[in-house]
């Protein structure tokens, strides 16, 4: 399954919002949206997601006890790092994506968290994965989703996706996996993978032994108009060195979690 690539152009004129964030606390770029309307508008996201219309297959929970156990002690270990602004007005709900041909994952606006099983059965260490959601934990964090969307789509599109237009929502949610943020919003999500990762076990730069990896294989799709697998190595590593992190679990207890997966 891979979602479709749409193009949509804005539609109305451009309203100049107050933004109700503290930039300087948490360091966000300019966002015309306030975290309530990115929370509002995840909800709606994921609500299309997991419904009859949507055509990702998403693992059942209840289903898969021991997968989502894993997948949920690795996301705490991150939120409770101390390093995750909004990480008690969030929800960060996570779910599993079955798919096995797609090396992904991605955080809606407000903190909804989907991981493809493609790539946890790639990555070979639990701080890899670790590595990974720390960064789409950021783009959430810093609220790039919105801005994003914002810049790609137009403020009357997600305006009109907040309030509950099932058409646009659905095409939105179709896109989110392939939103494409721009490089200083992917630099940002590296950085803060390492903070995050910071003062947990885990080593802090698992996100770069991900892009190491995918530095020897065709470049996925999501990854086209990101900065250069060979240069976020580099930067995530000398960044995480810089810190000083002590974490040093890597492996942990990932093979059970990938022989938990269907």
Known sequence: MKFAAKLIGSLGVILFLSNSCN???????????????????GQQLVDYLESDSSDIDVLDPAAYPEA?????????????????????RFDWRIRIIRDDET???????????????????????????????????AHADKRHSTSQMTKQYGISILLAAVGGDQSIIGTLA????????????????????????CP???????????????????????????????DRVNDIESYAAGKNCTGTETLGQYVAFKASLP
């Open 23 to 41: 930039k300087k606390e948490n360091d966000e770029s300019f966002n015309i949206f306030t975290v309530n309307q990115d929370i509002a508008l």
């Open 68 to 88: 989502y156990g894993h997948m949920e002690r690795i996301r705490n270990k991150i939120l409770n790092s101390g390093e995750v602004y909004y990480k008690d």
């Open 103 to 137: 090396l992904n994952a991605f955080c809606a606006p407000g903190g909804f968290i989907y991981v493809y099983t493609g790539i946890i059965k790639y990555l070979d260490n639990e701080y890899e994965l670790a590595g990974v959601l720390g960064h789409e934990i």
């Open 174 to 197: 179709a896109n989110l996996a392939l939103l494409k943020y721009g490089r200083n919003d992917e630099s940002q999500a590296d950085q803060f993978s390492v903070e995050y990762l």
């Open 200 to 230: 947990t076990t885990y080593k802090a730069d698992g996100a770069a032994q991900f892009f190491r990896k995918i530095g020897s294989s065709p470049v996925p799709e999501f990854l086209s108009t990101h900065p250069d697998p060979k």
